[in-house]
Antibody, heavy 121, light 110 residues
Framework: QVHLVESGGGVVQPGRSLGLSCAAS????????MHWVRQAPGKGLEWVAL????????YYADSVKGRFIISKDNSKNTLYLQMNTLRVEDTAVYYC??????????????WGQGTLVTVSS | QSVLTQPPSASGTPGQRVTISCSGS????????VNWYQQLPGTAPKLLIY???QRPSGVPDRFSGSKSGTSASLAISGLQSEDEADYYC???????????FGGGTKLTVL
């Protein structure tokens, strides 16, 4: 069964860094692109980043470009999001999601359960 | 301000048909397929419609999607109480090189 489990969320001060992980099971990470999507409390979905199946290309939302880094370790079947210089407005539940679009990069299935990141002093 | 525009709310009574619109531009909906997600309260989003009008296995045929030009729609017929959720449209944007979401529509079953 295909499954994604995020971890690493917590409370962090503005300006600090935090790393998220997303462990995949039931499929091989090397054959799928992967995304991070976030949702601020009471707000809608906001796409964060995409990494291609072979890791050759990475795309970021303007709101995180230059601060966040998406990566993956295919040997560990794990996706990562390194978040630097965090801001209060980065507070959100962060979801990882598998890209099954085969060229359509907005088709996500499944999604993980999410991990909450709170940026606060 | 979301790149894709959805009405913030929609409502209907059990058994009714409701539609949710999603408006974009030539760089997103106009040139790429649209996907719809359902987010039940307190849960992660779930793929509901893909490639404009296709249903994943397990999604009831009460849910249907369509696309025309730079707009798309999600229709729910035979409305049920368990359909009460937030619905989001999404598409790839060729100009932004990013996935763009609609702001979400909260569906209330009266």
């Amino acid at each position: 069964q295909v499954h994604l489990v995020e971890s690493g969320g917590g409370v962090v001060q503005p300006g600090r860094s935090l790393g998220l992980s997303c462990a995949a099971s039931g499929f091989t990470l090397s054959t799928f692109g992967m995304h991070w999507v976030r949702q601020a409390p009471g707000k809608g979905l906001e796409w964060v980043a995409l990494i291609w199946s072979d890791g050759s290309k990475k795309y970021y939302a303007d709101s995180v470009k230059g601060r966040f880094i998406i990566s993956k370790d295919n040997s560990k079947n794990t996706l990562y999001l390194q978040m630097n210089t965090l801001r209060v407005e980065d507070t959100a539940v962060y979801y990882c999601a598998r890209d099954i679009g085969y060229g359509d990069h907005s088709r996500f299935d499944p999604w993980g359960q999410g991990t909450l990141v709170t940026v606060s002093s | 301000q979301s790149v894709l525009t959805q009405p913030p709310s929609a409502s209907g009574t059990p058994g009714q048909r409701v539609t949710i619109s999603c408006s974009g531009s030539s760089s997103n909906i106009g040139s790429n397929t649209v996907n719809w997600y359902q987010q039940l309260p307190g849960t992660a989003p779930k793929l509901l419609i893909y490639s404009n009008d296709q249903r994943p296995s397990g999604v009831p045929d009460r849910f249907s999607g369509s696309k025309s030009g730079t707009s798309a729609s999600l229709a729910i017929s035979g409305l049920q109480s368990e359909d009460e959720a937030d619905y989001y449209c999404a598409a790839w944007d060729d100009s932004l090189n990013a996935v763009v979401f609609g702001g979400g529509t909260k569906l209330t079953v009266l």
